[in-house]
């Protein structure tokens, strides 16, 4: 029979592992929340962008002569597609930062081991992207200037 001292350092060798995991299972929730964001973000921008650039194509070839509300309600799904990406951003770093905080004061303390490494977000990098490539439509979309004109 395991004295009592054994089985209390089984037990919280074991609980330090399952803590240790689920600072990884955190992280990896939000980047599923990022993710999320990102798509709905990409949706606004890529409907947005799409609505302004065919009624301007229309007006262009003179079917129809006004494309100004069309073309405001594209540069306001993009608008609103950006800020989406910029709070979810921000919010996704925030998160980060105090979880790698929490998994750093705990590791001093000894209550995790802290061996596996949080790595930059792959989906952070992603959604940084699509916030250039977002500001780069808007700018185009409102004035007539960058790669998508």
């Given at each position: 029979?395991?004295s009592p001292?054994l089985?209390?350092d089984t037990?919280?060798?074991?609980a330090s592992?399952?803590?240790?995991m689920s600072?990884q ?8 929340t990022?993710?999320?964001v990102i798509?709905?973000a990409?949706s606004l921008i890529?409907?947005?962008f799409t ?12 079917i129809i ?5 069309p073309r405001?309600?594209?540069l306001a799904l993009?608008?609103l597609?950006?800020v989406?990406l910029?709070l ?7 998160f980060?930062l105090?979880?790698r ?5 705990m ?6 081991h802290?061996?596996s490494v949080?790595?930059?977000?792959l989906t ?10 977002g ?15």
């Amino acid at each position: 029979m395991a004295s009592p001292e054994l089985k209390f350092d089984t037990n919280t060798e074991l609980a330090s592992r399952r803590t240790g995991m689920s600072f990884q299972r955190t992280r990896m929730s939000a980047d599923r929340t990022l993710m999320s964001v990102i798509r709905t973000a990409l949706s606004l921008i890529g409907f947005g962008f799409t609505i302004a650039q065919v009624f301007q194509k229309l007006r262009d070839q003179d079917i129809i002569t006004k494309a100004a509300a069309p073309r405001n309600f594209g540069l306001a799904l993009v608008g609103l597609g950006i800020v989406m990406l910029v709070l979810g951003i921000v919010y996704h770093v925030q998160f980060m930062l105090g979880l790698r905080h929490l998994r750093e004061s705990m590791r001093a303390e000894g209550l995790v081991h802290g061996e596996s490494v949080f790595p930059v977000s792959l989906t952070l990098i992603t959604a940084l992207i699509l916030l250039i490539i977002g500001v780069a439509a808007i700018l185009s979309m409102a004035f007539h200037v960058g790669p998508f004109e």
